[in-house]
Every structure is written in structure tokens, then in C-alpha cells.
């Protein structure tokens, strides 16, 4: 199965709702005994108390762009946080956001037309948008604390296509994405899972940017030996495109040339 617009791969939205919930408690359980001076080495210059702060400030401001259906961009972020004064206090404030995140979702219609720098501009959006925030961060702290860290491979591939989807726009907020570019070049990334978590995309890098290619377009564009493609199992793919993983780990198989991958990978870090 082959994903290329928001419309098409998306898990429902009341999947989306459910595994913020697990995530963020998740999240809260791992960094709740864990001095919040340790240092996250995927997410460089961060601490665990770093991260717990973002992953529940950004959430509350999801939260309230929601609650506010938000037709155009934001002027400012101003959000009652209701910070803790101590970071050994952010798990607990972390999880005492979770009834709440879950009711401003229930009480949202996922399809209301709504402001998002994505490509879906309806709520539905934001949930979605939450979830994988929610989920990578939660890896990190686990990997730095030094736990398994499962991810679930079908949120995987709803999270790759999340990804790539939307990932032109991100020029917004990181601007190397808006310098990416090629001379006709393809990306394939292709899950080597079966079922719900099986998946394969392919980009495009043209001389005037780069686009994620139709479904239905079976045809390759790109010229001869500049194909390029990388297969693995969609939890290890998902943290690949995230910069967790690196393709030249044990889980990946690389086709065509590898220079592609470490351009797309030098642009599109976020």
C-alpha cells in the first residue's frame, strides 16, 4: 500500500485521541523518578526536564488552538501553562493534563474546518499532530533514560505518512526543509511490515523543491541510478525520518545511492 495525501492513510480519528492518552502517561510514568538534569543525547542540548516541559507546553497549545477553532495563524503563543516553579514537578503536571487534553479532543469535531500549517486544514490535524510529537518524545526520554522503547508499527506508518505529508510546509518552523531540492532524484520509503503497518512512499526531489508522488502514479520518474530506497520495519522508519535512527543501522536496507538519503537526511532534520 502506497500513501500520499492526508485523506488517504490517516488511523481514525478516535485511534489518534486514545494513543495520546497512553502516550503521555507513558511519557509521564518513564520521566517521573528521572533526575530532570539527564541528558536526552537524541535531542542535543536537552534535558529530561527539557523535554517534559516542551511535550506538555506544546500539547496545552494544541489544546487551546482547538478550543479556539483557529481560522489563521496565531499572532502569539500566550497559553496558561500553569507551569510547576520545580522540573522535578513536570511529570506530575504533565500527567494532570491528560483528562483535560482528552476532553478538549472529545469535545472536538474532527472534521471542523480549522487553521493548521499542515497540509489537512480541519482539527483533526492537531490530534494527529499531538500523537506523533507525543510518541517520539516519549522514545527519547526513554532511550536516554535507558528503557526499551516499543513503538507500535501501525501509529508507525500513520506517523511516517503524518510526516511526509506534511512535511513540505514545515519550511515554516525549519528552514532547511524549504532548501531541500534535487535534480529529479527518488526517495522510497518502504515498510517491511504486513497489514495496517505496511506502507511505501516516494518522493520526488526536483531542481524546484520536492513533492511526495500520487498513489496512483506507478510510473518512476527519476533517471536511470538515481533511485533510491529505503526499507525497513515502520517503527524503525518513523525515528529514521525523526533523525533517531540512522540508515546505516542493522534494521535498514538501502538501495541506489546513499547520497540522496544523507541529503534529505542534512535538510529535513526537525
Not at 85 to 90: C, G, Q, V, W
Amino acid at each position: 500500500m502506497e500513501a500520499s495525501s492526508a485523506a488517504e492513510r490517516p488511523l481514525p480519528y478516535t485511534t489518534h485521541c486514545q494513543a495520546i492518552r497512553r502516550e503521555t502517561a507513558r511519557l509521564a510514568e518513564v520521566v517521573g523518578d528521572v533526575d530532570p538534569a539527564t541528558a536526552v543525547p537524541s535531542c542535543p542540548d536537552w534535558t529530561v526536564g527539557d523535554l517534559t516541559r516542551h511535550v506538555g507546553s506544546l500539547q496545552r497549545w494544541f489544546c487551546a488552538l482547538l478550543t479556539r477553532r483557529v481560522q489563521e495563524p496565531p499572532r502569539d503563543r500566550d497559553v496558561e501553562l500553569a507551569l510547576p516553579d520545580s522540573p522535578r514537578d513536570y511529570p506530575q503536571w504533565v500527567e494532570a493534563g491528560i483528562g483535560k487534553i482528552a476532553a478538549v479532543l472529545e469535545a472536538t469535531d474532527p472534521q471542523a474546518p480549522m487553521w493548521a500549517w499542515g497540509e489537512d486544514q480541519h482539527a483533526r490535524f492537531w490530534a494527529r499532530r499531538m500523537l506523533f510529537e507525543t510518541l517520539v518524545h516519549r522514545v527519547d526520554a526513554e532511550e536516554a533514560v535507558g528503557r526499551p522503547s516499543p513503538v507500535d508499527p501501525a501509529l508507525a506508518a500513520d506517523g511516517i505518512d503524518e510526516f511526509l505529508v506534511n512535511l513540505r510546509h514545515a519550511h515554516l518552523f525549519a528552514p532547511a526543509v524549504g532548501r531541500l531540492r534535487g535534480s529529479g532524484e527518488t526517495l522510497t520509503f518502504e515498510c517491511t511490515d504486513d497489514g495496517p503497518a505496511s506502507g511505501r512512499w516516494r518522493m520526488l526531489l526536483d531542481t524546484d523543491g520536492f513533492r511526495l508522488l500520487p498513489t496512483a502514479d506507478t510510473t518512476d520518474p527519476a533517471r536511470p541510478g538515481a533511485r533510491t530506497t529505503v526499507r525497513g520495519p515502520a517503527a524503525d522508519l518513523l525515528l529514521l525520518l525523526y533523525g533517531r535512527r540512522s540508515y546505516q543501522d542493522k534494521p535498514f536496507e538501502v538501495t541506489g545511492p546513499a547520497t540522496t538519503l544523507d541529503h534529505w537526511s542534512a535538510h529535513t532534520a526537525f
